[in-house]
């Protein structure tokens, strides 16, 4: 069965200053996509950035990164440089190569202080 | 519109009301799913189509819960005799690939409220 844990229901941050978000996955499959969304309170998900299993290097988009640890299973993202409008609910989501579902974690509630 | 469409985005309905969510996809996106997602939790598979087939209904949670694609584009996610417990925001996700992994693209949901 696959899983996705986000261990950290609640996250604060300075403005302007780094922050990681956790995100840890379960499957046995080898062939794999690890996703990440934002929520604002709007509701609607916006992809951020994807890591496929077999990249060697980790996946950067902006200020956006994600540290792939697959010995792990982790697949954290980090947000440099935090904007106010930064502030929402961040999705770590895996799909496998088969592609008929993705796997949501519980998400994480960034809040970004001035 | 270029995105996902959602409609209603919000629908109160008393308990026992049956109800009809719409999605509109991306044009030409073969793949379309619903989701719903309870309020602080993550969205949850509910079911997937390729084109006008539904290929997976694992994730409806009774037999109230209907979904259908007839023609490939539109999708509707019928829910009979709600229940307050169905109260979440339902989300359309379409993606442009049948195989593969590739990036879903969301709607802003439907929120439902069942009194």
Same mark, same amino acid.
């Given at each position: ?8 229901p609640?996250?604060? *941050?300075q @403005?302007?200053e780094?922050?990681?978000? &956790? ?6 499959? #080898? ?23 077999y &990249? ?6 902006g ?12 697949a ?6 935090s #904007?106010?409008?930064?502030s ?15 796997? =949501?974690? %519980?998400?994480?509630?960034?809040? *970004?202080?001035? | 519109?270029?995105? *996902? %469409? ?13 109800v009809a969510l719409r999605?509109?996809?991306i ?7 619903? /989701? #719903?997602?309870?309020?602080?939790q993550?969205p949850? =598979?509910?079911?997937?189509?390729q084109?006008?087939?539904q290929? &997976?209904?694992?994730?409806?949670p009774? &037999? ?16 009979q005799?709600?229940? #307050?417990?169905?109260?979440?925001? /339902?989300l359309c996700?379409?993606s442009l ?5 590739? @990036? ?7 929120r439902?409220?069942?009194?």
């Amino acid at each position: 069965a696959q899983k996705i844990t986000q261990t950290q229901p609640g996250m604060f *941050v300075q @403005e302007k200053e780094a922050v990681t978000l &956790d995100c840890t996955y379960d499957t046995s499959d #080898q062939s794999y996509g690890l996703f990440w969304y934002k929520q604002p309170s709007s509701g609607e998900m916006i992809f951020l950035i994807y890591q496929g299993s077999y &990249d060697e290097q980790n996946a950067t988009e902006g200020r956006y990164s994600l540290n792939f640890q697959k010995a792990r299973k982790s697949a954290n993202l980090v947000i440099s440089a935090s #904007q106010l409008g930064d502030s929402a609910m961040y999705f770590c989501a895996m799909s496998l190569y088969n592609f008929n579902k993705f796997y =949501f974690g %519980s998400g994480t509630k960034l809040n *970004v202080k001035p | 519109g270029a995105g *996902v %469409s959602q409609s209603p985005r919000y629908k109160v309905a008393k308990r026992g009301q049956d109800v009809a969510l719409r999605c509109d996809p991306i044009s030409g996106h073969v793949s379309l799913f619903w /989701y #719903q997602q309870a309020l602080g939790q993550g969205p949850e =598979f509910l079911t997937y189509f390729q084109n006008e087939a539904q290929l &997976d209904k694992s994730g409806l949670p009774s &037999d109230r819960f209907f979904a259908e694609r007839p023609e490939g584009s539109v999708s509707t996610l019928k829910i009979q005799r709600t229940q #307050q417990e169905d109260s979440a925001v /339902y989300l359309c996700a379409s993606s442009l690939r049948s195989s593969g992994i590739g @990036e879903l693209f969301f709607g802003e949901g439907s929120r439902l409220t069942v009194l």
